[in-house]
Nanobody, 124 residues
Framework: QKQLVESGGGLVQPGGSLRLSCVAS??????IGWFRQAPGKEREGVSC????????NYADSVKGRFTISRDNAKKTVYLQMDSLKLEDTSVYYC???????????????????WGQGTLVTVSS
């Protein structure tokens, strides 16, 4: 069964850090993307990492603050979020799919499986 499970969300003050995890099962050789959706807003892409980890990409709004990584032996993708801002408050989802030409810069050809989401709240 193909499945993604996120964890690591919570309440953090502005300027703080959180690390999200996305554990995959039944999904080999897939790229993983992190997405987020705030109340009343459309879902947006946050970051992407290829299966090898050689290709990554970030939304402009999180560049320099968020870092994506993966440990394929543990079937886990991480999103390290530093210097969090109020506007980072969202439900964060990970999704697995195939990339166009194997590059995060070219985006996903399709996304096959989504996790259930984990809530990140940045508040003082």
């Amino acid at each position: 069964q193909k499945q993604l499970v996120e964890s690591g969300g919570g309440l953090v003050q502005p300027g703080g850090s959180l690390r999200l995890s996305c554990v995959a099962s039944g999904l080999d050789y897939y790229a993983i993307g992190w997405f987020r959706q705030a109340p009343g807003k459309e879902r947006e892409g946050v970051s992407c990492i290829s299966y090898s980890g050689n290709s990554t990409n970030y939304a402009d709004s999180v560049k320099g603050r968020f870092t994506i990584s993966r440990d394929n032996a543990k079937k886990t993708v991480y999103l390290q979020m530093d210097s969090l801002k109020l506007e980072d408050t969202s439900v964060y989802y990970c999704a697995a799919g195939l990339l166009r030409k194997g590059s995060c810069l070219r985006g996903f050809r399709y996304l096959e499986v989504w996790g259930q989401g984990t809530l990140v709240t940045v508040s003082s």
